[in-house]
């Protein structure tokens, strides 16, 4: 078995399926499947299952990827183990998070301290990332829900206020404070399941015994406030966005229930050796991301904004 050979298997082995294994390790799809027959005729037991021209993980493969799993771990520590002992600075930093834009003063900085690191981001709901782990396809994932498991290792990065943004002209607009039960016939814009907003919301609701009314939802958490502001719905949004978008036509509310905060983390994999880079890329994120601006206090007066404006945008609502 050589180290392609394994890498091919791993590929297909996570996507259970040849062509986006193949696209992944930008190679074509033949060479892909002669290399996992061979694989498979020098092990002597099939890897996977074949139902047409859908593949399985079986029994056998899961045995072998295993240690499959482990061995190539290894080797790509030990990659960046020698590269740090030779003073290189160079190699690939991935990172995962449910919104990209919190990461830009960040990634500024990393850059310009490892200008020969190529970076990846991924932008993954909070499975999507436990998987991304799991598989080592990142090095470390900035989470807002909880992402733990023994071999996980968290660092708790801020700890906010979520507050309730409504457009200017709403009918909430003038409150400091409202609760729950008040939001009953409200239509919210929101994230897609998965995300923390949506996470949120269902759980706030469902503490009141109801199910929230969503206008429009997406993948784009940061997106969130300038759709309300456009007057699409209202919708939740953690304190730091009131500085991040401070022209934005939203008035803010505090909501009256319990545990209605986002918690940031850092998250990597206990067993992963951590590179010059990586290290230095987890104490600028505890650093820079710790201490993110949010302000906390809800005003009670507002300025007048400039009206934003979405088209194309389907309004219909849906009840969950």
Avoid: K
């Avoid at 990393?110 to 990142?138: A, K, N, Y």
């Avoid at 200017?168 to 239509?187: I, Y």
């Amino acid at each position: 078995m050589d180290l392609l050979s394994l890498r091919y298997f791993q590929a297909v082995a996570r996507h259970e399926h040849i062509s986006r294994a193949a696209e992944e390790l930008r190679v074509a799809q033949p060479s892909v499947s002669r290399t996992i027959a061979r694989l498979e005729a020098e092990l002597g037991v099939p890897l996977f299952d074949r139902h047409g021209r859908r593949i399985r993980l079986n029994r056998h493969g899961a045995a072998l990827l295993r240690r499959v799993d482990r061995a190539l771990a290894e080797l790509d520590d030990a990659r960046r183990e020698l590269a740090d002992a030779a003073g290189r600075d160079q190699g690939t930093l991935a990172v995962a998070a449910e919104t990209l834009l919190l990461l830009t003063d960040l990634l500024a900085a990393f850059r310009e301290r490892h200008p020969g690191v190529t970076i990846r981001l991924l932008q993954s709901p909070v499975d999507e990332m436990r998987r991304r782990l799991r598989d080592r396809e990142v090095d470390f994932c900035i989470a807002s829900q909880p992402l733990s498991g023994p071999s996980l290792h968290a660092v708790e990065l801020l700890r906010e206020e979520v507050l309730l943004a409504v457009p200017l002209g709403h009918h909430l607009a003038g409150r400091d404070r409202v609760e729950v039960a008040e939001l009953a016939d409200e239509v919210f814009v929101s994230t897609r399941p998965g995300h923390w907003q949506r996470a949120l919301l269902d759980r706030l609701f469902a503490g009141a015994g109801l199910t929230p009314l969503i206008a429009c939802e997406g993948d784009e958490p940061g997106a969130t406030q300038l759709l309300i502001g456009a007057g699409l719905g209202i919708g939740l949004a953690p304190a730091v966005s009131r500085a991040a978008v401070p022209d934005a036509p939203l008035a803010w509310l505090r909501i009256d229930a319990p545990d209605c905060h986002r918690v940031l983390s850092l998250v990597r994999r206990r067993d992963a050796y951590l590179s010059t880079a990586a290290r230095d890329f987890h104490d600028l994120a505890v650093d820079r991301l710790g201490r993110a601006p949010s302000t906390l206090s809800v005003p009670h007066g507002h300025e007048h904004m400039t009206e934003l404006v979405v088209e194309g945008m389907n309004r219909s609502v849906y009840r969950r």
